[in-house]
């Protein structure tokens, strides 16, 4: 069956512009996450939805992160006048259990870089 | 916030090697994961621990869960180039509290 997938796989964005990163979680997961994985990092945690309900954003760094999930399926990250220390891997991740931790299925990540 | 300690943070070694790696925590955890990280992919979950002593095992992959539910370890024997990647610890809360990452261990492996 098909994993997590996300997009775009690369982004670059120019300082101060806005991206949009997209994941598709595996169908029929109740939970995503996003994670923010710096370049010789662990993924670090941002956010955390359940269905259509962001239960923690306790890790992301600023307001100018924001996630949705609508409709409790895909998802979108979105960072606002973007900042070079916001360059990393963005991993999301979903699973069919109701938690936060225990097991989670990653997607591929989408590297931006902020020039 | 918390900080989880792996060890060593780089390994080459010959195929055919077992490989020794562990994590350490300065607070109690109740759930320890080891995932798989290869180039360009994300994390692949390997091993789940959930109770403090247990010794699980995935094929050539070895892990226990520390007794004081502080540290773990992962082994793997007869090394093969596929072993090849980043192995990250991971602890949770019972699932209660989000996953938090070490910065892992990278593995080279030589032919």
């Known amino acids: 069956g098909a994993g997590v997938s996300q997009s775009p796989r690369y982004k670059v964005a120019k300082r101060g512009q806005d991206v949009a990163l997209r994941c598709d979680p595996i169908?029929?997961?109740?939970?995503l996450f996003w994670y923010q994985q710096a370049l010789g990092q662990g993924p670090e945690f941002l956010t955390y939805?359940?269905?259509?309900?962001?239960?923690?954003k306790s890790g992301l760094p600023s307001d100018r992160f924001f996630a949705e999930r609508p409709e409790g399926s895909v998802s979108t990250l979105k960072i606002q006048r973007t900042q070079q220390e916001d360059s990393a891997v963005y991993l999301c991740?979903?699973?069919?259990?109701?938690?936060?931790?225990?097991?989670?299925?990653f997607g591929p990540g989408t590297r931006l870089t902020v020039l | 916030g918390q900080q989880l300690n792996q060890s060593p943070q780089s390994m080459f070694i010959q195929e055919g090697e077992d490989v020794s790696m562990n994590c350490t925590s300065s607070?109690?955890?109740?759930?320890w994961l080891w995932y798989k990280q290869d180039p360009g992919e994300g994390p692949v979950l390997l091993i789940a621990?959930?109770?403090?002593?247990e010794l699980t095992s995935n094929g050539r992959l070895t892990a226990q869960f520390g007794i004081t539910r502080k540290d773990s370890f992962l082994n793997i024997s007869a090394s093969i180039p596929s072993d090849v990647g980043i192995y990250f610890c991971?602890?949770?809360?019972?699932?209660?509290?989000?996953?938090?990452f070490g910065k892992g261990t990278r593995l080279s492996v030589i032919a």
């Open positions: 607070s109690i955890f109740n759930t």
């Open positions: 991971a602890v949770t809360d019972s699932g209660n509290t989000p996953l938090v």
């Open positions: 621990l959930y109770k403090a002593g």
């Open positions: 991740a979903s699973s069919s259990q109701p938690y936060l931790g225990d097991t989670q299925y």
């Open positions: 169908s029929g997961h109740v939970s």
């Open positions: 939805f359940q269905n259509e309900a962001q239960l923690d």
